[in-house]
């Protein structure tokens, strides 16, 4: 497909545009949460495991608690919640049984696409509208821009920006 022509744009028309993306986001999380029988940190961890699941990689709990940056006691509730919901279970790792894995549960994808679904189907659409090059931009930015996020929030969380400043 041949990208569309499009204005220009500045920076700081594409952060205004980006940070309004967030902030719906965000409450459209709790919404996709509470549909789900979630909380949206529940809803977090879940969707590392159906990215794991998706890559054919098992998680450990403790890669869950690395990967959602809570501590391992944080995650044993998820892991409780997540059970008690019928996401996820709890499997002894076959290498080492000191070790948990977290599994699907076989019907959790269907139950997570029913709502996520109709959204993945729009974003589809609206990648159409965008050559393979252009995609290749967005790709990129998308994974530049989270490599530039975990940075800012790991300063954020080491005490290195001062709130209020």
Not at 10 to 22: C, G, K, P, V
Not at 53 to 73: M, V
Not at 117 to 125: H, I, S
């Amino acid at each position: 497909m041949e990208g569309k022509e499009r204005l220009g744009a500045t920076a700081a028309q594409a952060l205004y545009a980006m940070d309004r993306m967030i902030a719906l986001a965000q409450f459209g999380q709790q919404d996709i949460a509470a549909r789900l029988g979630l909380n949206v940190t529940d809803l977090t961890c879940l969707g590392f495991v159906v990215e794991a699941a998706q890559a054919g990689e098992s998680l450990t709990a403790g890669d869950l608690a690395e990967r959602a940056r809570l501590t391992t006691g944080a995650v044993t509730g998820v892991l409780n919640r997540l059970e008690k919901a019928a996401y996820t279970r709890r499997e002894a790792d076959p290498e080492d049984r000191r070790r948990v894995r977290v599994v699907m549960e076989d019907a959790a994808q269907a139950r997570i696409m029913a709502v996520y679904g109709p959204f993945y189907e729009r974003l589809g659409a609206l990648f159409g509208d965008y050559s393979a090059e252009e995609t290749a931009v967005l790709a990129d930015w998308f994974t530049r821009a989270r490599a530039a996020m975990r940075l800012s929030l790991d300063e954020i969380r080491e005490g290195g920006a001062a709130a209020g400043a």
